[in-house]
């Protein structure tokens, strides 16, 4: 299955919106988005959207660090 560039970037909005700063239960996520979706760059794409995702600039948080946890949560999630 193939999504365009709006609807993966709205889709990670969504997820954004979701889930906020909880790197953990979004690894899950991502361990299954890339599944169904492997041809989406997930790190990338999340690191540029939550860099501009307003509630994480206002914490202070490291967009970097928050991507790093997301895919190290991803990569050792093991349903």
């Known amino acids: 299955m193939a999504i365009s560039n709006a609807e993966r970037n709205a889709l990670i909005r969504v997820l ?3 889930f906020g700063e ?10 299954y988005l890339r599944l169904e ?10 690191a540029t959207i939550a860099s501009t995702w307003q509630p994480f600039i206002a914490s202070g948080l490291s967009i970097q660090w ?5 895919m190290r949560q991803a990569n050792a999630y093991n349903p």
């Open 66 to 70: 928050w991507v790093n946890e997301v």
């Open 16 to 18: 954004l919106s979701a």
């Open 22 to 31: 909880d790197y953990d239960a979004m690894g899950k996520l991502v361990y």
């Open 37 to 46: 979706l492997p041809a989406v760059d997930w790190p990338t794409y999340l």
